[in-house]
């Protein structure tokens, strides 16, 4: 079944967009497009918005993401998820010994909320119908003159006249304008959770403290934050290649959780808790990255936003980003009426030198962790303590 998402009722009309890819920044740009009364539908591979968990927690900056959320009208709806306290900040040693302890006092500019909540506010924001749910992108071709044909997994078709991929690390839209491909890090995190954390461990809760946590030497580190409740979910970091990783089974929980702890002998007891004793069984991530001046030429009727667009390894500003992305596309589109073309330009201008700039920033701070245990601890506090604080 074909289907034509293009408005053809007045030739210079800004055509209905096709949004691909229900996350935080496809999401964005159909709401703010929503504001402005220019349609837009979502297509999504996931079956619901509850076909998998969302995600922790989330910091969304006042130069960015806050920034997205204005435009998209949503600031007291945001308000409303913010979890108090979460800002506090602490590093510490692999022994446990704090060597930074930053409370929350309500000025960092970057209040945490849970990702997932933060993803029904956007969709409860949007009209009924608007992200079709099921729908997973397996090609894109250019027809000319701008229209492209997206072609599902059922076999379903649809010709826009504007594509915008907002699917991901490995989208589907992004070879219509690149060749560029993620590559490995060289660093993957494991994630895990504690539940009911103060009452069933009580000196791990104590270690992360009412915000986020950091021990780290160089190739391993631990990154802790407390979700809603006393919840903490961990994010462990290893710089191996992904041939170390093949050599343990993720599928046998017990045997996998041991391999990891194991790599944090003589860690103190609260830390490596957050490993060993898990409430899940631990999920590998492997960290991937386009390449930081990642960019393209302008080729008419389709874009890129968020990772699809300038992918990094996680460094608190891909989220932001992304919905920043989203909300700058939108409002571009807005002001350019009838001309679609001026609208990416302008966006691709913004979006473009911003990306880079925080590639650039979160690869330079991978050099100063690269350092001795000391400088790199040090270098890790006045860097993560200038972006958290700022």
Known sequence: MTTDATNTSDATSTPDVTIIGAGLGGLTLARVLHVHGIPAAVYEAETSPAARSQGGMLDIHDYNGQLALVAAGLMDEFRGLILEGRQALRFLAPDGTVLFDKADDGTGGRPEVQRGELRQVLLD???????????????????????????????????????????????????????????????????????????????????????????????????????????????????????????????????????????????????????????????????????????????????????????????????????????????????????????????????FPRSAEAATAHAGLDDEEAGSDGDAIQALIAAMTRQKHA
């Open 125 to 351: 924001s949007l009209p009924a119908g608007t992200v079709r749910w099921g729908h997973k992108v397996t090609a894109a071709r250019a027809l000319g003159d701008g229209r492209h044909e997206v072609t599902f997994a059922d076999g379903s078709t649809l010709v826009t006249g504007l594509l915008v991929g907002a699917d991901g690390a490995w989208s589907r839209v992004r070879p219509l304008l690149s060749a560029a491909v993620p590559e490995y890090t060289g660093k993957s995190v494991v994630d895990t959770y504690l539940f009911d954390a103060d009452t069933r461990h009580p000196a791990t809760a104590k270690a992360v403290g009412g915000g986020s946590m950091i021990a780290t030497t160089p190739g391993r580190e631990l990154f802790a934050h407390r979700e809603r409740g006393d919840t903490l979910h961990a994010y462990i970091g290893l710089a191996e290649p992904l041939e170390w990783f093949d050599g343990i089974d993720f599928t046998d929980t017990a045997a996998a959780t041991a391999r990891i702890a194991r790599e944090y002998e003589g860690w103190a007891p609260e830390l490596v808790s957050l490993i060993a004793d898990s409430d899940v069984a631990p999920i590998l991530r492997p960290l991937y990255a386009l390449p930081a001046e990642h960019r393209w030429e302008r080729v008419p009727g389709v874009t890129l936003i968020g990772d699809a667009a300038h992918l990094t390894a996680p460094n608190g500003e891909g989220a932001n980003l992304a919905m920043l992305d989203g909300a700058d596309l939108g409002e571009a589109l807005a002001a350019h009426p009838g001309d679609v073309e001026a609208a990416l330009a302008a966006y691709e201008e913004v979006m």
